[in-house]
């Protein structure tokens, strides 16, 4: 198969969709690879580390050409025209969040493949969990930052100082963004509280980390009376492929402190705060209701090379996969057939089409 690598336009994001490494085992299986020029320089990767694993060097259109396109994150309005019947396209997608390109992607009969929903019977995401580790540790350093007062926060050092209160952190979420942003506020010694709707899963995060963090059973009084005494606000919700559930209220932001800081990682799936919209690492945060929110849609792509070669990891298995088989092996394997949101014309997955108030079509009938 002819797979294409394009360089990634969104703004400010510097990851490329695979590593030279990834490149030569693809090619070593009997497959070409075209890599647009210059894709994997915001991550530290030259052209020529690509030419030398086997790569063709193209322009953005050869790379489009490909029978199967690899993606860091979802195709922008300027890459639609690249679309057409039966290209397999492997990426982010967040399609509950994007009804526009979810219209492109059925309307032009694109096989879209969503690395977060791909996921394992024990309910994990295995695309999903690299960069949510990254992101729930930057969010951790984000809100740090931005407590400080010159970034017009409260001027809150999140570890305090002897005979000083640390500053108090919340995560609304346990999973795998959570408790990274948990472990990372907690070696900044910030006094943490951790909510989620799973009692098992704080049962497990107590067990981990005994009296050093607060657990507490996520409901809407308990999230409002968190939201109200925290300096930073962690929004680390999930629901596979689905618009986040939304937590915080406007009314609750209202609530906390001026110059205090939320941080809403969901926002690539919708955002679990009323106030939170989609920025981006040029321009990150703006105030409501005198609280500084941040909400840049690709924090992993802040740390470029860390993030590059964590996602390569997670994703190369599947793409060897998906070059060698095409979509039939989403029929043969349970795991990447949950990845498939769009084929055949249709929507596939539950979740996506339930955002757009649709019936989804089974995989073996779209096919």
Same mark, same amino acid.
């Given at each position: 198969?002819?797979?294409?690598? $394009?360089?990634e336009?969104?703004?400010?994001?510097?990851?490329?969709?695979?590593? $030279?490494?990834?490149?030569? %085992?693809?090619?070593e299986? =009997?497959?070409?690879?075209?890599?647009?020029?210059?894709?994997?320089?915001?991550?530290?990767?030259?052209?020529?580390?690509?030419?030398?694993? +086997?790569?063709?060097?193209?322009?953005?259109?050869?790379?489009?050409?490909?029978?199967?396109?690899?993606?860091?994150?979802?195709?922008?309005?300027?890459?639609?025209?690249?679309?057409?019947?039966g290209?397999?396209?492997?990426?982010y997608?967040h399609?509950?969040?994007?009804?526009e390109?979810?219209?492109?992607?059925?309307?032009?009969?694109?096989? *879209?493949?969503?690395?977060?929903?791909?996921?394992?019977?024990?309910?994990?995401?295995?695309?999903?969990?690299?960069?949510?580790?990254?992101?729930?540790?930057?969010?951790?350093? *984000?809100?740090? #930052?931005?407590?400080?007062?010159? %970034?017009?926060?409260? =001027?809150?050092?999140?570890?305090?100082? $002897?005979?000083v209160?640390?500053?108090?952190?919340?995560?609304? +979420?346990?999973?795998?963004?959570?408790?990274? /942003?948990?472990? @990372?506020?907690?070696?900044?010694?910030a %006094?943490?509280?951790?909510?989620n709707?799973?009692?098992?899963?704080?049962?497990?995060?107590?067990?981990?980390?005994?009296?050093?963090?607060?657990?507490?059973?996520?409901?809407?009084?308990?999230? *409002?009376?968190?939201?109200?005494?925290?300096?930073?606000?962690?929004?680390?919700?999930?629901?596979? =492929?689905?618009?986040?559930? %939304?937590l915080?209220?406007?009314? @609750?932001?209202?609530?906390?402190?001026? =110059?205090?800081?939320?941080?809403?990682?969901?926002?690539?799936?919708?955002?679990?705060?009323?106030?939170?919209?989609?920025?981006?690492?040029?321009? $990150?945060?703006?105030?409501?209701?005198?609280?500084?929110?941040?909400?840049?849609a690709?924090?992993?792509?802040?740390?470029?090379?860390?993030?590059?070669? /964590?996602?390569?990891?997670?994703?190369?298995?599947?793409?060897?996969?998906?070059?060698?088989? +095409?979509?039939?092996? /989403?029929?043969?394997?349970?795991?990447? !057939?949950?990845?498939?949101?769009?084929?055949? !014309? #249709?929507?596939?997955?539950? *979740?996506?089409?339930?955002?757009?108030?649709?019936?989804?079509?089974?995989?073996?009938?779209?096919?």
């Amino acid at each position: 198969m002819l797979l294409g690598v $394009p360089k990634e336009i969104k703004t400010e994001e510097y990851r490329v969709a695979m590593v $030279p490494a990834g490149v030569h %085992q693809l090619v070593e299986a =009997g497959h070409q690879v075209r890599v647009e020029a210059g894709a994997g320089l915001g991550a530290g990767i030259s052209d020529d580390d690509f030419a030398q694993a +086997g790569a063709q060097l193209t322009d953005a259109a050869g790379a489009w050409e490909a029978q199967m396109v690899v993606k860091v994150k979802e195709p922008l309005p300027s890459e639609y025209d690249y679309f057409r019947p039966g290209l397999l396209l492997y990426t982010y997608l967040h399609l509950a969040a994007q009804p526009e390109l979810t219209q492109r992607l059925v309307q032009d009969g694109v096989q *879209a493949v969503a690395y977060e929903t791909i996921q394992l019977p024990d309910g994990s995401l295995p695309l999903l969990v690299p960069m949510s580790e990254v992101a729930g540790r930057m969010a951790v350093q *984000a809100g740090a #930052h931005y407590l400080e007062r010159p %970034q017009g926060g409260r =001027g809150v050092l999140l570890g305090g100082v $002897p005979g000083v209160p640390p500053g108090r952190v919340a995560i609304l +979420g346990a999973g795998v963004v959570g408790h990274a /942003a948990l472990k @990372m506020a907690l070696g900044l010694r910030a %006094q943490v509280t951790v909510l989620n709707r799973s009692t098992p899963r704080l049962n497990y995060i107590d067990d981990l980390y005994g009296g050093q963090v607060t657990t507490m059973v996520s409901l809407p009084q308990t999230v *409002a009376e968190i939201c109200a005494a925290s300096d930073l606000v962690i929004g680390a919700v999930l629901s596979p =492929g689905a618009k986040a559930p %939304q937590l915080v209220s406007e009314e @609750m932001v209202m609530s906390m402190e001026p =110059g205090a800081v939320i941080v809403d990682v969901a926002v690539d799936q919708g955002g679990c705060v009323a106030t939170i919209h989609p920025t981006t690492h040029a321009e $990150p945060v703006y105030t409501v209701h005198g609280v500084i929110h941040y909400g840049v849609a690709n924090m992993p792509g802040a740390v470029a090379r860390t993030s590059t070669f /964590a996602l390569t990891n997670a994703t190369l298995p599947y793409a060897l996969v998906l070059a060698r088989e +095409g979509l039939a092996a /989403a029929l043969r394997d349970p795991a990447l !057939g949950l990845g498939v949101n769009v084929a055949g !014309g #249709h929507i596939v997955y539950p *979740a996506v089409a339930e955002a757009f108030g649709e019936t989804a079509v089974p995989l073996d009938q779209a096919l």
